[in-house]
């Protein structure tokens, strides 16, 4: 029997941060012979079949669907195969079913930007605390989210682990291509997102027609009318373009034709298209909040996202200035050559392996 169960529950066939993160350290976890806790068929690993209908890709419906077996059936399965941990790469365990378990804090943002009424904002703010108290262990992206898992919880420090994330090198690179006339925002459009002030900032630019903007991601109804609004009100209705969700295989394409990559978040766990695009040799605007600095270093340019001048002042320069762009590119291609999933896998297992 296994010691070890790994909670993949939440995987979605259109994989986005969280599953690409999870996905990847399962190499270097093969060595503790885990038991995958999966809907999917994982070749080479011992899955255990899980309901399918549990992932962020039903909703709601899907959050509390897991919710519900992550309390009822899981600790089931742990006591079935006489489990030692339970690892789940999101911030979800039993509670008060002696399920010992080590689990994942991406961010605290539901918190930090909460919504009234939601489901997500309450779950964080009640149910988290209680996951985290309860866990041997805690690990996170980085000393942005360790901070704020320490302030928001009052969690000792000492039993929290950040491990940053990382980007396949075979996959994002730089492949050299000739740069097209679009900036680019890669990732939800959420409203802490802040694409509203990027939109602003990119119809403020001196010369735009001469420019795209962007916008890859899934299409969140709840904030994309205000958007489209906004920019048919901008009269950028030709230059800003949704491509909706981008399949894992078209984005190395489309991060290193963009003039730049624009990531004003307000706030970031970790922000794995920051990292990813540095990897492709695309010059970065990013945020000087949260877990962005910690990572880029001095390879990007880093503005306040509260202040839409800052966000122009940042593409205008990276577009009109070669020389710019092209130290963007190499301390770009240099930071992230720091980062590797195999090192966030190693660190991972290594503290998993003090807990079984």
């Given amino acids: 029997m296994s010691q070890l169960l790994i909670n993949l529950s939440f995987l979605m066939e259109k994989p986005t941060g969280i599953s690409t993160y999870a996905r990847n350290l399962l190499p270097s976890l093969r060595s503790l012979n885990p038991i995958l806790l999966t809907s999917q068929e994982i070749p080479g690993y011992s899955c255990y079949q899980v309901p399918a209908n549990m992932t962020p890709e039903q909703g709601s419906l899907g959050h509390f669907s897991r919710l519900l077996w992550t309390q009822f059936q899981l600790p089931k399965i742990y006591r079935q195969h006489r489990s ?6 999101v911030t979800e365990a039993p509670l008060f079913a002696g399920c010992r378990s080590i689990v994942m804090v991406h ?3 539901p918190i930090r930007f909460p919504r009234n009424f939601s489901p997500l904002t309450n779950y964080t703010r009640y149910w988290v605390p209680l996951v985290l108290r309860q866990a041997e262990h805690i690990l996170c ?4 989210t360790a901070q704020d898992i320490t302030q928001f919880f ?4 000492q039993k929290i682990t950040p ?3 990382a980007y396949q090198a075979d996959h994002f690179r730089f492949l050299d291509l000739p740069k097209q006339n679009y900036f680019l925002y890669l990732g939800r459009i959420d409203l802490y997102k802040n694409v509203q002030r990027l939109i602003t900032a990119f119809a403020n630019l001196p010369q735009r027609s001469q420019y795209q903007l962007w916008i890859a991601g899934p299409a969140d109804q709840r904030f994309l009318p205000a958007l489209i609004a906004q ?3 901008l009269k950028l209705t030709a230059q800003v373009k949704f491509l909706n969700y981008v399949s894992y295989t078209e984005l190395p394409t489309l991060i290193n034709q963009a003039i730049a990559l624009v990531f004003p978040s307000l706030w970031e766990g970790f922000g794995l ?14 945020s000087n909040l949260s877990s962005l600095p910690e990572f880029t270093g001095k390879a990007a340019l880093l503005i306040d996202p509260y202040q839409v001048a800052a966000i122009t ?5 990276v577009s009109s200035d070669a020389g710019l762009a092209a130290q963007l590119r190499d301390r770009g291609l240099a930071q992230a050559n720091q980062f590797s999933w195999a090192k966030t896998g190693a660190a991972t297992a290594a503290v998993l392996q003090q807990y079984l």
């Fill in 313 to 317: 002042e940042a593409m205008e320069a």
């Fill in 154 to 157: 009052k969690i000792s420090s």
């Fill in 107 to 109: 961010d605290l943002i």
């Fill in 231 to 233: 920019i048919e009100r």
């Fill in 273 to 286: 298209p920051v990292l990813e695009a540095m990897a492709c040799g695309t010059p970065v605007i990013a």
């Fill in 141 to 144: 992206n980085s000393y942005s």
């Fill in 84 to 89: 030692q941990l339970f690892f789940s790469p």
């Fill in 163 to 165: 491990i940053p994330l």
